[in-house]
């Protein structure tokens, strides 16, 4: 019996194959680079990674892998996830090399290699809308990196298994009216948060680096009348760059109306926020802080609770694995 070449018979089993679409290749020994089982929790607008862009290099800074290559999920399950990607072009794995991939989501994120490691800045928007789906300037940006040493190249090397993290911090607001003003119908208007920094650059390497420029945030599209009996109500979540937090630094303002009989007046209230339960935001973290409005007098908080983010259901936020 013939023998079939070597190429001939890596062809036939890559044809077999649907993890990854890729051409043949004239070593014996190539492998390709798949992106398998890509993990993360709660993300995007749409609540599911769909596609991300990712830098691979052998060699710092030089991105001779993939530069910025967009990396799409196929065949989704029952839940929506994407448990196996494609990308454009033929990329295999070389013998004895270190790789390094660094991925980001959403797509439109401009990462670039400077001062010897890749980043890329973030700007809190102005105004913020209560609604995610509708928001296209306020996003959630998750980010991976992930590292591998090739050895002889005998066998195929364990496809890459990114998993992502929320690269900003989630501020949580909860509201509620006194329940000595339960004669009062109290609605709230806007909210605004002042004081914080607004933008800052992540490096995969370093973490984050704020600016010096304070500035403020609002939710301007509320139109919520708040329950007696000082029943809580979630209004929004802002993603906010991580920090450090000093006394006095951040102020939460809300803007509201209340009606008395026959009488409607429009006030704004303003605290700052503690910081001796919580002195920094960190990234990939929710910080939930609650808040009782009293007419005509402050806002009082209660303590603010500090949990990973993506392990409550609150506010749109859901597990995705």
Known sequence: MKKLPLVLIYFLILSGCTKTPVDVQPQDDAYPIVFEDVRTKTLMTDFNLTAFRVWGETSPGAADVFDGAEVTGVDPDEYGRMDNWEYEGDKYWLPEKTYDFYAVAPLDIPVEYASGDYGFEYAMPDNISTDLEQDNGHIDVIAAHHRRRTGAMTQNPP????????????????????????????????????????????????????????????????????????????????????????????????EYTYSHGTNTSSRILSAVLPVDVVSEWSEGNNYTYSAVLFVEQDIRFDTPVVEPWGTEQVGGTIIIR
């Open 159 to 254: 496809d890459v298994n990114l998993e992502f993290g929320h690269k900003l911090a989630r501020i949580s607001i909860n509201l509620s009216k006194s329940a000595l003003n339960n004669s009062h119908t109290m609605k709230v208007k806007n909210i605004y948060l002042w004081g914080m920094k607004k933008s800052g650059t992540y490096r995969f390497a370093s973490g984050w680096t704020t600016s010096d420029e304070a500035g403020a945030v609002s939710l301007t599209d509320i139109d919520l009348e708040l329950p007696a009996n000082a029943v809580p109500v979630t209004i929004g979540g802002i993603y906010a760059v991580p920090q450090a937090l000093s006394a006095d630094q951040v102020n939460l303002l809300v």
